[in-house]
């Protein structure tokens, strides 16, 4: 099988970040996001993963590099696509929904700020009961339980939702 070097496709690629939650670390550099699979397989228990995406960067044909890498490792990947562009209860809860529906070990979300919002609050939200609306609070941590594992991989430059 060859090895995917999607820099040429990802203006962002030469300074690429794959953060996993659980671990708490940045990877960057030159393809980087070739080490997608492993990284996931690293995190997942169960062989299956969620890639999360909006549908420009589905049209620029990137979450297919991203799956078969992921594959490659030995995972099992199902998408999600309908992201809202700028994250809003409603499309939050739809993501929420199917993520609770699966049986994901990670989430990898591969797009802007948007994407990285839905990834994380449907991976916080997978292992944490009630709605999403209710965890929203400025003065206290109401999430009870440690998120699902996930990955960012941005797209773009400027919202730093990768690392917050």
Do not use: W
């Not at 690293?42 to 044909?61: F, I, R, W």
């Amino acid at each position: 099988m060859q090895s995917y070097d999607i820099s040429k496709y990802l203006p962002m690629a030469a300074e690429s970040y794959i953060l996993p939650a659980s671990k708490s670390h940045c990877v960057y550099g030159v393809g980087v996001v070739n080490r997608v699979g492993t990284e996931a397989k690293g995190l997942c228990k169960d062989g299956s993963a969620l890639l999360v995406s909006d549908t420009g960067v589905y049209e620029a044909d990137l979450p297919n590099t991203v799956r078969a890498l992921l594959e490659k490792a030995g995972l099992e990947v199902e998408t999600y696509s309908e992201i809202a562009s700028e994250p809003s209860l409603e499309s939050v809860r739809k993501v929420v929904d199917f993520v609770r529906q699966g049986q994901f070990g990670v989430i990898i979300g591969l797009g802007g700020g948007s994407v990285m919002d839905h990834t994380k609050a449907s991976a916080v939200m997978a292992t944490n009961e009630g709605d999403v609306g209710n965890y929203l609070s400025l003065t206290e941590d109401r999430v009870k339980n440690a998120s699902l594992p996930f990955i960012l991989i941005p797209t773009t430059a400027g919202s730093g939702s990768e690392v917050s």
